[in-house]
């Protein structure tokens, strides 16, 4: 084999290693995103769990205006909705803009620096964002309902298009303590 021939095929097995390199890289990174998606995904569902058994407890409900937050009146084990403790349900960031996270906060108000994160990677739908909003019930003697829409997407800095990666977890729950309207 001479030079020449020796430096051609050495060429031609960078330039093939280069391209298999590359599927390696973006399969690693293929896995890494799926992986961030699914977790903040199972965070989410985590967190709506949790909020169904307060949700459902609640004796009654205030959603705060734009629908960031909710203060739950919850029974009190001895004298049940006679008088009540709040817990306070938010969504919240440092900078005030997406990525937000959900919070949970024993009292009347709830924010990122003093609640507990119970799910993270919430986003806005279409520049908004209402998390929280009374549900019309509509009909004479049922209990308050509360919807609740989680728009979660693991992707925020991508340049994909937008809500492209949207994953909305949204349930509507009845205060089963609260009075019959």
Do not use: H
């Amino acid at each position: 084999m001479t030079l020449p021939e020796l430096l051609t095929a050495m060429a031609i097995l960078g330039f093939v290693l280069s391209g298999v390199l590359a599927v390696y890289v973006g399969g690693l990174r293929a896995t890494t995103d799926l992986n961030e998606r699914f977790q903040a995904q199972q965070n989410a569902r985590l967190a709506l769990v949790s909020m169904r058994t307060d949700i459902r407890a609640a004796c009654s409900e205030s959603v705060a205006t734009g629908g960031m937050s909710v203060t739950l009146n919850e029974p009190d084990p001895t004298n049940g909705c006679g008088s009540p403790t709040q817990d306070t349900w938010c969504v919240s960031s440092s900078t005030g803009t997406a990525p937000y996270g959900l919070y949970r906060q024993t009292g009347g108000s709830c924010a990122w620096s003093t609640g507990v994160q119970k799910a993270s990677q919430l986003t806005t739908k279409n520049g908004t964002v209402t998390i929280f909003a009374a549900a019309s019930v509509g009909v004479t003697g049922t209990r308050p309902q509360l919807a609740v829409t989680l728009p979660v997407d693991a992707n925020l800095s991508s340049s994909q298009a937008a809500n492209q990666g949207l994953y909305t977890l949204s349930d509507t729950m009845t205060l089963r303590n609260a009075a019959v309207q």
